[in-house]
């Protein structure tokens, strides 16, 4: 059995997505950014925090889904600022788009949407039977071990990962699925918000690479250079950010240097929480090693 238990009180991915409110509808991160790239920020940050900025806004409801691109690389040394637009507030669904910037230019786009809950249909794929959590391995330790610190394993990402699949920057062959259980490093209190915010951070670390599976590739091979390009959640039923949750990954298509990943996000009692859907620019054999993304 492998033991790690969550460290108890607020912990360091909430104080490093936390937002400063500059006006009504502006907020603002400061640096330290999480890296995402030799030089860029770690496009799941960006698309946390304009998440954050949007929930500050609204009175009612919780996030159902969320639409997104990213536009240009994030700058580590400088604050992202938040403009937040009050689309709509409707009786039954908020909506609300967010443009971050930095240097005067927009570098992500989302728009998102609140829903008060309401009685309906009610159906879920099942949960694919995998090992528990702890049978298996800390990403981090194995990746130390062997000197390789890939941006999911990295301690500044917040996040504990155990893959069940083959570990992606010690990819052999193919294959068609990648699954792994993530959760927040520490505590995170009972907002809702904070755990979507903290959902939509995770969110981005592991999928890209599930295109790259499909050829025996990982993001973290030294020729690899991409990035998400656009990016969509809808959140089906709460779930906490800091509790065990299975992410089970695929890739229907890839085609143009763009590949199309799915992921399914599933509580440990099994039921279907959050789909995540995105669409990313895959690019081998393009840079030398010594540029390649950490």
């Known amino acids: 059995m492998y033991r790690d238990p969550v460290s108890e009180g607020f912990g360091s991915l909430e104080t490093l997505l936390d937002l400063e409110q500059i006006e009504e509808h502006i907020f603002r991160s ?18 946390a925090q304009s998440l954050l900025a949007a929930g500050r806004t609204v009175a ?21 600022v938040f403009e937040v637009d ?8 908020t909506t609300r788009r967010v443009v971050a910037i930095q240097h005067g230019e927009a570098i992500f786009n989302l728009q998102c949407s609140f829903h008060r809950a309401e009685p309906g249909l009610e159906h879920a794929d099942a949960m694919p039977e995998v090992p528990p959590p702890e049978e298996l391995p800390d990403a981090a330790a194995i990746a130390l071990e062997g000197q390789r610190m890939p941006l999911s ?8 990962l155990r893959f069940v699949t083959e570990l992606p920057w010690e990819r ?27 959902l939509t951070f995770a969110s981005d670390l592991t999928l890209l690479d599930a295109a790259a599976q499909r050829h025996g590739r990982s993001v973290s091979d030294p020729d690899f250079a991409g990035a998400s390009l656009d990016h969509c959640m809808w959140f089906h039923r709460p779930a906490r950010a800091d509790e065990w949750l ?6 229907p298509a890839a085609g143009g240097a763009r590949g ?24 081998f054999g393009r840079r030398p090693k010594a540029e390649a993304t950490a």
């Open 172 to 198: 052999q062959a193919p294959g068609v699925r990648q699954q792994l259980w993530l959760r927040a490093a520490s505590r995170l209190g009972d907002d809702p918000l904070v755990h979507a915010v903290a």
């Open 153 to 160: 394993t990295r301690p500044d990402s917040g996040l504990q």
């Open 86 to 93: 009050r689309i709509r507030n409707g009786r039954s669904f």
């Open 260 to 283: 199309l990943n799915i992921g399914s996000i599933y509580r440990r009692d099994g039921v279907l929480a959050v789909t995540v859907v995105q669409e990313g620019l895959l690019r």
């Open 246 to 251: 299975l992410y089970d990954q695929r890739s």
């Open 30 to 47: 400061s640096p330290p950014h999480v890296r995402g790239g030799t030089d860029r920020v770690y496009g799941g940050q960006v698309a």
């Open 60 to 80: 009612e409801g919780a996030v159902h889904s969320l639409h997104s691109y990213f536009l240009r690389p994030g700058d580590l040394s400088v604050p992202i």
